[in-house]
Every structure is written in structure tokens, then in C-alpha cells.
């Protein structure tokens, strides 16, 4: 079932969706945090395997499974008519999937369809002057272009309609996103 007044921000890795999402949440609206960053600093404080450089593969079901939870977290303790923002989506885990030639299951393109989101995703560019790396986001800067076409591809084949977020600052990216809301 589509939740209308769930939104995505998405995106290549270190383009400020990160920033974006703190600014809503200090506006007022619930904010559901990225899975994969949690999964990889989580694997790492048990000696797993579970990485993107690692286990590619048990990787890629933790952010499934992950993005999935936070879904259903979500559907069960959020308002109905209470914008949500998610960083990142269950589609993100697919796109990660198609990125390292994985098998995209019946399993993921199932509860890509059971959790869809507001068909409207909001997706930041790649912006290599805040573009850094650090313990947990290892791409190259070539990688996070590549991931950010590879997430728009995805995206709208998925049939979501892609915005983009202009560069610029925080408050004029979340204003931005605000009224691209208020449209609809």
C-alpha cells in the first residue's frame, strides 16, 4: 500500500541528505534514519562480516531487511496524515543489489511494491565540495556519481517520480522540499 505522506531523500553517498533530514526533524517532522550507516557501524562493533567490503551479499539483506523494519516501524507508530521523512528507501537496498550484479529476489521486488512510499522522491546530486569520506562511507568520489545515476535509474524504473535538489544551503534545500510538498 502507497503512503502518501511518505517521502525519500536519496541520493549518492556524502551529499548532505544526512544535514537535510536533522533540519526537518528540527522543523517538527518525524524522521526515520538511515539503515545503512547503522548496519555497517553495528557489523563493525561485532567483528562481522556484514560490509560493503566484506560480505556484499549478507550486506545487502541487512539493508533489505533494515529498510524494511523501518517501514513497518514507521506504518505502525506514525500518524496517517503526518509528513515522514525517510533517509533513504527499500529501493536504495535493491539499487545496491542491481549496482554489485546481485540478484534482485521476488522477496525485494515484493516489499518494494508492499512499502511504497509518495511516488515523488527527492534525490540530492553529487557535490564534491562537502564530498568526504570516513569510516563508514569508503566510495570513491567516481562510486558516489555512479551510485547517484544508478539511484535515479532505479528510481524511475520502480516508477517514482524523481526531483532533484538544487545545491545550496540547508535551509534553502529544506524549504525547497517543503514547498515541492505543499504542490501536491
Known amino acids: ?9 536519496t541520493g549518492g553517498p556524502g551529499v548532505g541528505k544526512t544535514t537535510l533530514l536533522t533540519e526537518l526533524g528540527k522543523r517538527g517532522f518525524t524522521i526515520i534514519p538511515e539503515d545503512a550507516r547503522r548496519i555497517i557501524q553495528e557489523q563493525v562493533a561485532i567483528d ?16 533489505l531487511e533494515e529498510s524494511r523494519q523501518s517501514y513497518r516501524k ?12 525517510f533517509d ?36 540530492l546530486p553529487p557535490w564534491r565540495e562537502i564530498y568526504q569520506t570516513d569510516k563508514e562511507r569508503k566510495q570513491t568520489w567516481a562510486e558516489a556519481v555512479r551510485t547517484y545515476e544508478a539511484m535515479k535509474e532505479v528510481y524511475i524504473g520502480y ?26
Request: charged share 20%.
Open 1 to 9: 500500500m502507497q503512503q502518501h505522506n511518505y517521502f525519500v531523500i
Open 48 to 63: 562481522g562480516d556484514g560490509l560493503p567490503w566484506e560480505n556484499k551479499e549478507l550486506y545487502a539483506q541487512l539493508m
Open 74 to 85: 514507521a506504518a505502525t507508530s506514525v500518524s496517517s496524515v503526518q509528513a515522514v521523512f
Open 88 to 123: 533513504r528507501g527499500i529501493v536504495d537496498a535493491v539499487c545496491y543489489m542491481m549496482m554489485e550484479d546481485m540478484p534482485v529476489t521476488r522477496k525485494a521486488n515484493k516489499w518494494v511494491k508492499l512499502c511504497s512510499y509518495n511516488r515523488r522522491v527527492f534525490i
Open 159 to 184: 516508477g517514482y517520480d524523481v526531483i532533484g535538489v538544487p545545491k545550496g544551503t540547508v535551509t534553502s534545500r529544506t524549504d525547497f522540499i517543503l514547498e515541492q510538498i505543499r504542490k501536491l
